[in-house]
């Protein structure tokens, strides 16, 4: 039997990972649940959002199943600590990331599949005045450890850096500006992270049935990280010649995504490019409620929906929340230790509930999230979790 590390987190976190487990268990996956402290509640008593318990768990059971968390900014952060901490020189990193950098989770993988008859779905109108839906199924690849969120940053920074960036000619526009009003953050890829996820990306797409694998960067302006990633795209491509390799711009993406996101597979990108290319194809297909993702290690993987921890719908009783983003990144964790078929059974019932839409989630609704939408004919979650069960 196995053993998975669940950890709710924050706000709707702990609404959504125990219907996954609920659902998990009508689906007959057989496992033991070990709770993992982790989010807000522990920042602000111990001063850690991520306590060494819990990474201890995941050294131990190696997967991972997370709902959510909250993050604020640092001074907001500092000021919700436990009075006996404040002024000891705690900062607030996200668990997450700090999970993601600790265990070496560098591969991300956040699929965008549309379901039928959701009726969020990206429909789009036709010369003739029509409308059309095409089919959404690509699949982002986001470097997770480093780039623009790899953590290497100050704001006023020691002289010893300052003098490092010094030594490079675009720094002179900066000459002017006094430390204590500069802040800097790096983007910092290497080539090793960097063949890893574009490896994976290619055997994705193979063993899937994916025809093209597209970069989308940035490298007329980032030349050198952004240049990289193409570079070593090129490199591997070769040893998969079946398969198209594109590139595109973040920029031009964002606006292509919306003219015709039926011709992109797998997409891979720098840890802040993915974070903004899976959200905007997550759009297309439902939403948050709907995005699912993976956190791929060597030795461990954390599943996790990608939406946020939306503390406002917390407390509400019955709860409104989507949980199907929940669910399917379940399914990537059933999919990831080879358990494809429970997978498969629990993909095939969240369709039929999606395509008969008797029972539809506010956002499926396109109603302004709150109490009232149960009154409206929302489903409620746990409806929800319960439907697809008896379509399992």
């Known amino acids: 039997m196995r053993t ?22 009508a689906a007959g996956f057989k496992a033991e649940y070990v709770h993992g402290d982790i989010g807000w509640e522990f920042w602000k008593k111990e001063g850690n959002a991520l306590p060494q318990r819990t990474i201890d768990l995941l050294e131990k059971h190696k997967i991972g199943l997370f709902g ?4 604020k900014p640092k001074d907001d952060a500092a000021k919700e600590l436990a009075p006996e901490l404040q002024g000891k020189g705690f900062v607030y990193f996200s668990p997450i990331i700090g ?12 699929p965008c599949q549309s379901f039928k008859g959701n009726p969020l779905n990206f429909i789009r109108k036709t010369a003739n005045g029509g409308f059309e839906e095409p089919i959404v199924n690509t699949v982002i690849f986001r470097q997770n450890t480093e780039g623009l969120y790899g953590g290497v940053e100050w704001t006023n920074p020691p002289a010893q850096v300052r003098q490092a960036f010094e030594t490079h000619p675009k720094m002179k526009n900066f000459a002017h500006v006094p430390s204590e009003e500069l802040a800097i953050s790096t983007r910092i890829v290497s080539k090793k992270a960097t063949e890893r996820i574009f490896r994976a990306a290619f055997e994705y797409a193979k063993t899937y049935g994916y ?13 050198e990280t952004s240049g990289m990633y193409l570079k070593i795209a090129k490199q591997i491509a070769k040893e998969y010649p079946e398969i198209a390799l594109w590139d595109t711009n973040i920029d031009a993406q964002m606006m292509w995504l919306t003219k015709n996101p039926e011709d992109y597979g797998v997409i891979v ?8 290319i899976s959200d905007g194809f997550s759009g297309l297909i439902g939403g948050l409620g709907f995005a699912c993702s993976a956190n791929i290690g060597k030795d461990v993987a954390v599943f996790e929906p990608t939406h946020g ?16 983003a929940m669910f399917l990144s379940a399914c990537m964790m059933l999919d990831h230790i080879g358990e494809k078929e429970i997978s498969t059974k629990i993909k095939n019932a969240i369709a039929k509930v999606v395509e008969e839409g ?3 989630t506010y956002d499926m609704m396109k109603l302004r999230g709150g109490e009232n939408v149960i009154n409206q004919g ?13 379509n399992l």
């Open 378 to 390: 929302a489903a409620t979650t746990q409806q929800i979790t319960d439907a697809v069960i008896a």
């Open 4 to 25: 998975i590390v669940s950890m709710p987190g924050d706000g709707i976190g702990k609404i959504v990972l125990p219907e996954a487990i609920r659902l998990l268990d």
């Open 211 to 223: 025809k093209s694998v597209t970069v989308c960067e940035k490298p007329n302006v980032l030349r």
């Open 269 to 276: 990108a720098e840890n802040m490019f993915g974070d903004i």
């Open 99 to 110: 999970l993601r950098q600790h265990f070496d989770l560098d591969i991300c993988i956040r």
């Open 68 to 71: 959510a968390i909250t993050s």
């Open 309 to 324: 921890s939306a503390p406002k719908y917390e407390n509400l009783n019955p709860s409104i929340v989507n949980p199907i």
């Open 358 to 360: 008797k029972v539809r």
